[in-house]
């Protein structure tokens, strides 16, 4: 079993909608939770990450993370044609572990 | 521009040959991690370092070696090249050793082993 695994997409949206964008973990003990986006050939940049458990909130982002059912979540609101990237799902324990990536497309 | 340098951008090699990346990281920080990303395996930590030290590390092969010099710069060598490690390997910087939510990427080196 992979530490992370995420939903592939990919994903594609009009504008103005919501996203969500999801993955589950596997090690209970795990506390630090991200989101990355990449753009396309460029490096990945850190949007949000989270400690332990709860919801996060910039923006138009929400990260949110529920332990009991080790399950991680981004929501954007209002999508934007500039939102269209991969999102990256990563977990912080001993070693980074990334989920493969979720290609966004938000059509205007 | 992140600020993190990484060279060269592009690389193409043969199996069984050997290839050193470099990365230059942000000024003032101290910690450098390595990444592999490839369309099969996703994006892979490799490892990090701190002030010239390993810090952590991750799913890096015994083929792959990595060291930070005192001029914080830092070098990935890859021997005993394969097909299977034709990907792209990201560099990021950070200014602490815990950093990694103030970690900027760098733009990658694509490496392609034929």
């Known amino acids: 079993q992979k530490e992370v695994e995420q939903d592939p997409g990919p994903l594609s949206v009009p504008e103005g909608a919501i996203v969500s964008l999801n993955c589950t973990y596997s090690?209970?003990?795990?506390?630090?939770f991200m989101w990355y986006r990449q753009y396309s050939r460029k490096g990945p940049e850190l949007l949000m990450y989270t400690y332990s458990s709860g919801n996060k909130e910039d923006g138009r982002f929400t990260a949110q993370v529920d332990k009991s059912s080790k399950y991680i979540s981004l929501f954007i609101r209002d999508s934007q044609p500039s939102d269209s990237a991969t999102y990256l799902c990563?977990?912080?324990?001993?070693?980074?572990?990334f989920g493969t990536g979720t290609s966004l497309t938000v059509i205007p | 521009d992140s600020g993190v340098t990484q060279t060269p951008k592009h690389l193409i090699t043969a199996t069984g040959q050997r290839v050193t990346l470099r990365c230059s990281p942000r000024s003032g920080d101290l910690s450098v991690y390595w990444y592999q990303q490839s369309l099969d395996q996703g994006l892979q930590f490799l490892i990090q370092?701190?002030?010239?030290?390993?810090?952590a590390k991750g799913n890096i092969l015994e083929r792959f070696s990595a060291q930070q010099f005192p001029d914080l710069h830092s070098e990935l060598n890859l021997s005993s090249l394969e097909l299977g490690d034709s990907a792209l390997y990201f560099c990021?910087?950070?200014?602490?050793?815990?950093?990694?939510?103030?970690?900027?990427f760098g733009q990658g080196t694509r490496l392609t082993v034929v």
């Open positions: 370092y701190y002030n010239g030290e390993e810090r």
């Open positions: 090690n209970s003990a795990f506390q630090y």
């Open positions: 990563a977990v912080l324990g001993n070693q980074f572990y």
């Open positions: 990021a910087s950070s200014p602490r050793p815990g950093g990694f939510s103030e970690a900027f």
